[in-house]
């Protein structure tokens, strides 16, 4: 049977940088990854480094809008009927999670770990000779009214009490800034902090390569369990076998299907989102653009601009509805008249989601030698290189360089 240090089961983005930050201090890794690594869902998404954005979602102000949000079949967040009875349990800890105080506990968990995010992303990518798919920019988050800007103004004191930049920008400025957008905005705030990736797909590949390049072995297929055999673990792949004394489970969304034979129930769920590709968008934003009441990106990469967003609740297995992609083309176009829609490409990807918005970082207590990577919502591009500095650290018995205790597996 083939023999690792680590065995990397899931070769996302969060598997993929564990890999080569354990390949770095000198392990012998290899990925069990069932499509081709770095190609996760990470390639899909908004390519937006937010290493800012410390706020779980579950907070009063959402659960207020809920019930306006779920009934709007149009809007940014819609759980599909069907689904409804498997989200009862998620839903429940999703509004546990909103209380104020563990709203001010995650804020409190979140801040550390993305404060050395940004320079553990640059190190890796570095390494990796993959810096220049990273554009170190001031990203605008955009308000409609009047009133959001106001809302949202007020976390700004938050954010620099945590270490990070954020300003205001007024309507005018605004459209100084951005001229493309022409219709219907109050202002913006300004994250100066942030990084854009030009070509998500492209860096995930790079850094697959990289992987590759340094020695690093992949077993096409999928992980169907893991089983402790002599101190270590088998993990049982489809026409595979691997033995190795430590074990990532970095499978994004699918991780609890690897999980529940060992005892762990975790509420992961997918958040399904989507974006749509403007081949020749016509006018192009000269940064990434949040447009906060419709929550969704727009983001210039080297292949055009990429519309990404939204939240559907429907299961791993429910095919994509690519009406909501096509819907971000008639919502961006309320704010940039002039996009032009042809060429385009749809796309369909899973956050993995757990209710208190934080991830699921750490040894499982029951099952020494596994450590799970994974649950990282909208930030797994923006926490992966962090994430897997985390667990190198754990492999190597070492402290890591953030808390873990509120990522602990078995919180809920
Ligand atoms: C529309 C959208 C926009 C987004 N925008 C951003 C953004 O701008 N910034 C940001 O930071 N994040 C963003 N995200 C979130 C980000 O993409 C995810 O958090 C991140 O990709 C999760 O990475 P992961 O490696 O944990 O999971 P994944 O990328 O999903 O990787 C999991 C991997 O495990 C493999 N796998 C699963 N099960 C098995 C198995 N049993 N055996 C073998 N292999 C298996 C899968 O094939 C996959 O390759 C966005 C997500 C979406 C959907």
Same mark, same amino acid.
Request: hydrophobic share 40%; proline share 8%; with cysteine.
């Given at each position: ?165 954020? *300003?205001? =920008?007024? #309507?005018?400025?605004? $459209? &100084?800034? !951005? %001229? ?7 202002? @913006? ?26 020695? *690093?072995? =992949?077993? #096409?297929?999928?992980? $169907? &369990?893991? !089983? %402790? ?7 049982? @792949? ?26 762990? *129930? ?147």
């Amino acid at each position: 049977m083939p023999t690792a240090d680590v065995a990397v089961v899931g070769g996302g983005i969060v598997g993929t940088c564990a890999a080569i930050e354990l390949q770095r201090r000198g392990r012998a890794v290899t990925i069990v990854e069932r499509d081709e690594p770095g190609a996760g869902t990470a390639a899909g998404s908004a390519g937006y480094l937010a290493y800012d954005d410390i706020f779980p979602i579950p907070s009063p102000a959402i659960v207020a809008s809920l019930p306006r949000m779920l009934f709007d079949r149009h809007g940014p967040l819609v759980v599909q009927t069907p689904y409804l009875p498997h989200l009862a349990g998620w839903g429940l800890r999703f509004l546990a999670a909103a209380r104020p105080s563990i709203v001010r506990r995650s804020i409190a968990a979140l801040a550390p770990l993305n404060r050395l995010a940004s320079q553990a992303h640059q190190d890796l990518a570095s390494r990796a000779g993959a810096q220049h798919y990273l554009v170190r920019e001031s990203v605008l988050h955009v308000f409609r009214t009047e009133a959001s800007l106001e809302t949202a103004s007020k976390l700004i004191p938050t954010l620099e009490r945590e270490g990070f930049e954020a *300003g205001i =920008v007024d #309507r005018d400025a605004l $459209r &100084a800034m !951005e %001229p493309a957008i022409r219709n219907g905005v109050a202002g @913006a705030i300004s994250f100066p902090g942030s990084d854009r990736c030009t070509n998500p797909s492209g860096y995930g590949a790079a850094l697959a390569r990289h992987f590759r390049a340094q020695g *690093g072995s =992949v077993i #096409r297929g999928t992980a $169907r &369990a893991l !089983e %402790p055999f002599g101190g270590g673990w088998i993990v049982r @792949a489809d026409e595979e076998e691997l033995l190795a004394p430590r074990v990532i489970v970095a499978t994004g969304a699918w991780s609890r299907a690897l999980l529940a034979p060992l005892g762990y *129930g975790v509420p992961l769920e997918s958040a399904r989102g989507y974006n749509l590709m403007l081949g020749q968008p016509g006018v192009t934003p000269s940064r990434t653009l949040l447009f906060e009441e419709d929550h969704f990106c727009a983001t210039p990469m080297e292949d055009g601009l990429r519309l990404a967003g939204t939240v559907e609740f429907a299961g791993l297995e429910a095919p994509p509805n690519f009406y909501r992609s096509e819907m971000l083309y008639e919502i961006a176009r309320g704010y940039i008249p002039e996009l032009r829609r042809d060429p385009a490409t749809h796309w369909m990807g899973h956050r993995p989601s757990l209710p208190d918005s934080l991830p699921v970082i750490g040894e499982l207590p029951k099952h020494p030698g596994i450590i799970a990577a994974f649950g990282h919502e909208r930030r797994g591009l923006m926490q992966s290189a962090i994430t897997a500095r985390c667990v190198a650290d754990l492999v190597e018995r070492k402290t890591p360089p953030v808390d873990l205790a509120p990522f602990r597996i078995d919180r809920f």
